[in-house]
C-alpha cells in the first residue's frame, strides 16, 4: 500500500483539529511506523484504508464522524502479538495524542 494515499486521508482530518505543522508531522510519522511494522500482518495501512473507506461510504448513518475517523486511525496503533491489552493500550494512546492535538473538542471517550 502507498503510505501517500493513507495520508492524504490523515491530513485534512488532524488540520481540522491542529495548527501545528509539526505535530500533525510527527502524529502520522507514528501511524505509519506503527503500522508499518513487519509483524503487522492485518492491522496495517490496508486495513485503515479499507476501514475508512467504509465509513466514508457509511458517512449519513454516523452521528459523530470525525470521531469514527480518529477510532479507525488508532483502534490498533498499539499492537503485539503476545500481549492481551492492545486494544486498551491502543485507546490510551489515542486518548493522549488527541488531547494534546485538539484545537477543538473531540469526544476522545467515543473514540
Not at 511506523?33 to 448513518?61: C, D, F, P, T, V
Not at 459523530?64 to 492481551?84: E, G, N, P, T, V
Request: overall charge positive.
Amino acid at each position: 500500500m502507498r503510505t501517500d494515499i493513507v495520508y492524504k486521508e490523515w491530513l485534512p482530518l488532524a488540520k481540522k483539529y491542529c495548527d501545528d505543522q509539526l505535530l500533525i508531522a510527527y502524529l502520522w510519522e507514528k501511524i505509519e511506523k506503527k503500522y508499518a511494522g513487519k509483524n503487522r500482518h492485518y492491522h496495517n495501512l490496508r486495513h485503515i484504508h479499507s476501514m475508512l473507506l467504509q465509513a466514508k461510504e457509511n458517512r449519513e448513518q454516523i452521528i459523530d464522524f470525525d470521531a469514527l475517523l480518529f477510532a479507525i486511525w488508532f483502534h490498533d496503533i498499539i499492537y503485539k502479538a503476545s500481549k492481551k491489552n492492545n486494544e486498551e493500550k491502543s485507546a490510551e494512546f489515542a486518548s493522549s495524542v488527541l488531547k494534546n492535538l485538539s484545537k477543538e473538542k473531540i469526544h476522545f471517550n467515543t473514540v
